[in-house]
């Protein structure tokens, strides 16, 4: 059982350049989120999506754009990279959106130059 | 703005001691406060969590303060060890804890344990 699966683990990116973050989960879980977390802050929200179809701006969406084809896949797609994305990217999921249910991917470190 | 603070940044303690950890937020609407951990390299886990509806919740050496009318809470660990070292988020949620926007941080705490 994978549980939450990231990839990249680290990724450096040149400013304008666009990337997709790819998640995966095999437990079946409906929900699943995109957080970011900068050094010294909280986990903050972008994105999260509530099943196959359905995705809704989290606290911090600018600069960033997600789909939801599968129940397992919910990548996050930047556009056009910016200084201020760098950021460690986690992936989390939960089965009914009960927050002590959420399970957290290892993350992606992402470096924008 | 930040929803929960969470103090100290950083904490130093020697193993055995004990280390305490606080949080405050300010919407009353608040009723879930899970505390998460985090090792270097790894997403967040859930360590233990508290309702308002008690003042404190205990498992282990690990313990939840809740101070409803202070609007503050914080997490104590009881004879610190070296594997405890971690960085230590507090949270707040609305709703019960259920709801997909519905999950505040802390800023964390970098807990470091000295043998």
């Known amino acids: 059982n994978a549980g939450v699966t990231q990839t990249p683990k680290f990724r450096i990116l040149k400013i304008g350049q666009s990337m997709t973050l790819q998640c995966t989960q095999d437990m079946n879980h409906n929900y699943m989120y995109w957080y970011r977390q900068d050094p010294g802050m909280g986990l903050k929200l972008i994105y999260y999506s509530v099943g196959a179809g359905i995705t809704d701006k989290g606290e911090v969406p600018n600069g960033y754009n997600v789909s939801r084809s599968t129940t397992e896949d919910f990548p996050l797609r930047l556009e056009l990279a910016a200084p201020s994305q760098t950021s460690v990217y986690f992936c989390?999921?939960?089965?009914?959106?009960?927050?002590?249910?959420?399970?957290f991917g290892s993350g992606t470190r992402l470096t924008v130059v | 703005q930040q929803q929960v603070k969470q103090s100290p940044q950083s904490l130093i303690v020697q193993k055995g001691g004990i280390s305490i950890i606080n949080c405050a937020y300010e919407?009353?609407?608040?009723?879930?406060f899970p505390w998460y951990q985090q090792f270097p390299g790894k997403g967040p886990a859930l360590l233990i969590a508290i309702r308002p509806d008690v003042s404190e919740k205990k498992e282990g050496r690990f313990t939840i303060s809740f101070n409803k009318s202070a609007k503050q809470f914080s997490l104590h660990i009881m004879d610190s060890q070296p594997g405890d070292s971690a960085t230590y988020f507090c949270a707040a949620s609305k709703g019960g804890g259920t709801g997909a926007n519905n999950l505040f941080f802390g800023t964390g705490t970098r807990l470091t344990v000295i043998p």
């Open positions: 919407n009353t609407a608040f009723d879930y």
């Open positions: 989390a999921s939960s089965y009914s959106g009960t927050v002590s249910g959420y399970t």
